[in-house]
């Protein structure tokens, strides 16, 4: 029989992402209005350990949704990853009354999330990363926001990249996934877009496309590198040794991780924070939630762990020719 849920916490874990506010403020008053109470860790695992937890109410939410970041903080925790740690949070909750668990973040996260679940707190994953690499889910929070803003600053590299004639080398974020990349690459019109599931560090063939293009009156070139691949500054170097067309290199960096979620974010990161919740107080646990085939759905974590996912051959194929 479903355990029966009275209290749930929330926290958020892993790089913070433009929507993790959007998902908080979803679940604690869709919560709230199943019946059930909230307090919301601080600090991700760290703070659960540190016993940083706080009563929330609809107010503690209020004027969130529009805001990057995340109002619990967020922060990596090696100490959970230990039997022992995962043991303590577990009865940390317990002590504070704590029936069930909302563990917003990646990958990384989720395994914490699983070990929770293990320990007898009903725990439910949200994806909450810019990187889109996370298997189960063809959305994630934050990664709308993350390549609307670089994609933007890609914009303006392009400006000054054109009036001087130059290479430009934007290297964006995505640990070793190049989703990122690849969306910007589409978007922004780039000549060579990097990925680290694709590219097969032949540097040759991109001095012979950017050779190509200038034989063909084109005056500068857009490289768009993932962060997996990375080394742009010294590549930049290379190319514009072997090519003599001025290359610079800029790294986008943290500002792909902050500002105000888009309206996408605001709303699947709402829809999935209510989601949790719901399923939390069906006495659910060891689930996370995803975004398949235009539905909200969730998985089993192991289940959804053991998933792998790939850049779309097509997209990859159509961002070389157009
Ligand atoms: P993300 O959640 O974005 O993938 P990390 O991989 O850094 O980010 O994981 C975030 C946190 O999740 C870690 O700092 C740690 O506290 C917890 N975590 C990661 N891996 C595990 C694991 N194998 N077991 C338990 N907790 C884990
Ligand atoms: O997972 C999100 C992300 O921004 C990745 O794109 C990047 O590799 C990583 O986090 C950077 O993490 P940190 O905040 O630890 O530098």
Redesign the pocket.
Known sequence: MAKEIKTIGVLTS??DAPGMNAAIRAVVRKALANGLKVKGIKKGYMGLLNEEIIDMDRRSVADIIQRGGTILGTA?CMEFKTAEGQQKGAEICRKHGIDGMVVIG?DGSYKGAMALSRNGINTIGLPG???LDIACTDYTIGFDTAINTAMQAIDKVRDTSSSHERCSIIEV???NAGYIALWCGIANGADDILLPEKYDYNEQRIIDNIIDNRKRGKTHHIIINA?GIGHSTSMARRIEAATGMETRATILGYMQ?GGSPTCKDRVYASIMGAYAADILTAGKTNRVVGYRNGQFVDYDIEEALAMKKYINEYQYEISKII
């Open positions: 892993g790089g990596r990646g990363t810019i990187d974020m995505g640990r962060e991780r």
